[in-house]
């Protein structure tokens, strides 16, 4: 059975940094992509970034580029988004999710790590 | 890169059909595969069509997809509705490793 457990919310003061970690267990993790979503309150989903363990390749959304960086640790099934100089509109559950590569279709999520930004 | 347009809301009464389009802005909605998320209140998306049309094991088949190249648009149909379907639904594709997500749309089924 296939699970992503994420780690616990976060409360962060604006300018720092948070890390998420995004553990998986089932499947073979080096064989699937890790996509990292996230959610504002009441809003859309909103793509940030995806790695590709095999290759170590990240690849970032446009809006977060130079602040999210996306990294994967094959030895322990994990991935991890760290988002740095955090604003208020940084809170948001951010959620990872695995990626088939052949279609690029999620096929499972984690529960999501709410990440709270406030002075 | 492309923007994944859905409408913000629909709503349709128990027991009914109810479609939510996916339109794309600009190339061809058959050149990437199309995938729909279901998401209740306070719970992580789950997958519902994958590949444009597929459906994973344990979602009923009251759930369809398909893809319409005339409108540029991918579709999610729901038969039968039930109250349990009232969810937001997101339709999801990609260019090249980046993803591209809809709007969202919200069903409320009444």
């Known amino acids: 059975q296939v699970q992503l457990v994420q780690s616990g919310a976060e409360v962060k003061k604006p300018g720092s940094s948070v890390k998420v970690s995004c553990k998986t267990s089932g499947g073979t993790f080096s064989t699937y992509a890790f996509t990292w979503v996230r959610q504002a309150p009441g809003q859309r989903l909103e793509w940030m970034g995806l790695i590709i363990p095999i290759f170590g390749t990240s690849n970032y959304a446009q809006k977060f580029q130079g602040r999210v960086t996306i990294t994967a640790d094959d030895s322990t099934s994990t991935a991890y988004m760290e988002l740095s100089s955090l604003r208020s509109d940084d809170t948001a559950v951010h959620y990872c999710?695995?990626?088939?590569?052949?279609?690029?279709?999620?096929?499972?999520w984690g529960q999501g790590t709410l990440v709270t930004v406030s002075s | 890169n492309f923007m994944l347009t859905q409408p913000h809301s629909v709503s349709e009464s128990p027991g009914k059909t109810v479609t939510i389009s996916c339109t794309r802005s600009s190339g061809s909605i058959a050149s990437n595969y199309v995938q729909w998320y279901q998401q209740r209140p306070g719970s992580s998306p789950t997958t519902v069509i994958y590949?444009?049309?597929?459906?994973p094991s344990g979602v009923p088949d009251r759930y369809s997809g398909s893809i319409d190249s005339s409108s540029n648009s991918a579709s999610l149909s729901i038969s039968g509705l039930k109250t349990e379907d009232e969810a937001d639904y997101y339709c999801q594709s990609y260019d090249g490793t980046n993803q591209v997500f809809g709007g969202g749309t919200k069903l409320t089924v009444l």
């Open positions: 590949e444009d049309t597929q459906r």
């Open positions: 999710a695995r990626v088939d590569m052949t279609t690029m279709a999620i096929d499972y």
